[in-house]
């Protein structure tokens, strides 16, 4: 019964293998022919010509790029996702995803609690004076500034990424999957929210699709996160799933590969796919100017691909490595207009 299960999901995460048969430098070539306005390549010369020039403006340029490195190092795919949105918001949604970083980083970059509580207080302060506009002298805290008087984003959304990770300093596992989801939806799915804010975006039925992908990603943040976590000797897999199945934590702090284990993985794995399929469910409700925010489907589709692929053995190398392709799909999925 497992085994057709598992056929099912195949077939509904299935990998394209049509890309898969071409050469990636054709790849690339194709996408600079039918770029419309060159857009990849802009936003690349863009990139690279942030730099200093003088009084305020050099400033100003300093914060951006603070913002472009810090989302470039330390989440590689939200960075290639900004590339593709539209030149206006840019700037801003950069800003988003780079506070968003610098939050989720908060947990593994402190050595006791209480220092990552101080670090969030900063930033529930800064909140509060970002509105009265008086922003912190701080890269992030400047351009966020920028950002809520262009867009007029909602405070709600930002505070609520804040209270979610400080609540997460907490070192301990997820006690069900529905603990899982709630956590995600009110940060990755917030994140969501504002980045259709800075669209122009306010729509019932594109905050329904967020709110599913939102969970979808944190979820899959969850599985691809286990090699590391397990490497530190931790585990935050919920425990209702673990229990179900009979899987340890000391079973994934040594990596076990074993057959409960890929069952607690499949299990976890499925609950994202089926957000994102709902998400698409109703996609033709959803305005078309949203469609730039949820390029991250993409991301996570291909995580749930090679997942699959790979039997549900997280510990395996090639869930290790980028794929060379991505950037690729990405571009095509956009070019598109869907997710």
Known sequence: ???????????????????????ISQMYSFCRKIAPKNVCIQRVTRIQSVRASTNGAASSDQSEKYCLDLVRSRDYEGFLCSLLLPKEVWRSCLTLKAFNVELAQ????????????????????ALDDIYRDEPPNQPIGSELWKAVKRHNLTKQWLLRIVTEREKDLDDRAYRSLQ?????????????????????????????????????????????RAIPYHSSRRKVYLPMDICMLHGASQEDFIRGSRE?????????????????????????????????????????????????????????????QNRNPLLPIQLYLRSWRNTY
């Open 106 to 125: 908060v947990k593994d970059s402190v050595s006791q609690k209480t220092i990552g509580l101080m670090r969030m207080q900063f930033w529930k302060t």
């Open 1 to 23: 019964m497992q085994h057709k299960q598992k056929a099912n999901m195949a077939a509904g995460v299935k990998a394209k293998h049509g890309l898969l048969n071409i050469n």
């Open 179 to 223: 603990e899982l989801e709630t956590y995600a939806e009110k940060t990755q799915a917030s994140l969501i929210y504002l980045l259709l804010e800075c669209l122009g975006v306010r729509d019932v039925h594109a905050d329904h699709a967020a709110s599913h992908i939102g969970k979808a990603q944190g979820i899959v943040t969850c599985l």
């Open 259 to 319: 057959q409960n284990v890929r069952d607690v993985v499949y299990d976890i794995a499925s609950q994202a796919h089926a957000h994102l399929q709902h998400a698409r469910s109703f996609s033709h409700n959803v305005p078309a100017a949203a469609f730039p925010a949820f390029l991250h489907t993409v991301v996570l589709e291909d995580y749930l691909q090679r997942v699959r692929k790979a039997d549900f053995d997280v510990f395996h190398k090639s869930l």
